[in-house]
């Protein structure tokens, strides 16, 4: 399968449709990026990279990054995480309050804002220095330091916590969050300000398609199931109030973030990553869905 080829005609096919959106103006600093962008990156188990378009070019991964925090903590806490948070779909926008509020303190998956934050309370309770340790573990998923913090996008984020730190309260008030908020929340708004390439991001997805094995890191990242469990996870909560829709359209394990990077995995296959910055109402790249939609279908396998 010439991955190179069909990767160019769903680029063209993309920008030929206009498709608009929203460039997420909520963290105003992330509005300052040309919408126009677009990159597509594909990295197969031998490590090929395929690309088109802004394919190099790095960008805020937002919540991707919250599939690499994920990993830091899964095989560490075992099943005491899945008593603080669930693997649910929350079927509910990313950053909802009531939610959290009318299931006490229990969020229902780790990649809606409130779970996430859970993760990366777990991760300052185990790591000294969580930030430097999520770079580097990142870094070693992609084999190369590529990982950058934005500080104006992370500022700029902290500026606008509002919501966040709501979502910290409740958890505490819950007693679902062990450390201190600012300490947290400064992790959490670094994880979200890291930006990454396509390529490089999906270099770092790869021991997704791979069983849990790095190629890059020359290591098992994680066991067999538990990068299966990371899979179903992604597939039913990796787009928020829009999971069914990117399964039923894709049918690709992915996440997503508001920078309008959305990375997937195709297992035993490939990793890809794609980048627009334009979103729908659901806080999900229309570029990117539309990219994978295509070439799923293209490559007429998925999933299902
Ligand atoms: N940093 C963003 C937030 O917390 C991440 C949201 C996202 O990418 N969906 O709101």
Redesign the pocket.
Known sequence: MDYQQVIEEVYEEVNALQLKGKVAS??PELSSVDPNQFGIAIVDLAGNVYGVGDYQKPFSI??ISKVFTLTMVFHKFKTKLWSRVNVEPSGNP??SIAQLEYEKGIPRNPFI?AGALVITDALTTKYAQPTTEILSFINELSGKTCVEINEVIKNS?MKHADR?TALAYFLKAYKNFDNDIAEVLDV??AH?AMEMSCVDLARAFSFLANDGYSIFAQREIISESYARRINALMLTCGF?DESGEFAFRVGLPGK????GGIAAVMPHKFSVAVWSPELNEK?NSVKAIKALELLTDKLSFSLF
Do not use: A, M, T
Request: some cysteine; charged content about 5%; glycine content about 16%.
């Open positions: 909520y963290i937002q919540s990313f950053n804002n984020e966040n959490y708004f979200c928020y997503s973030g508001v920078g806080g």
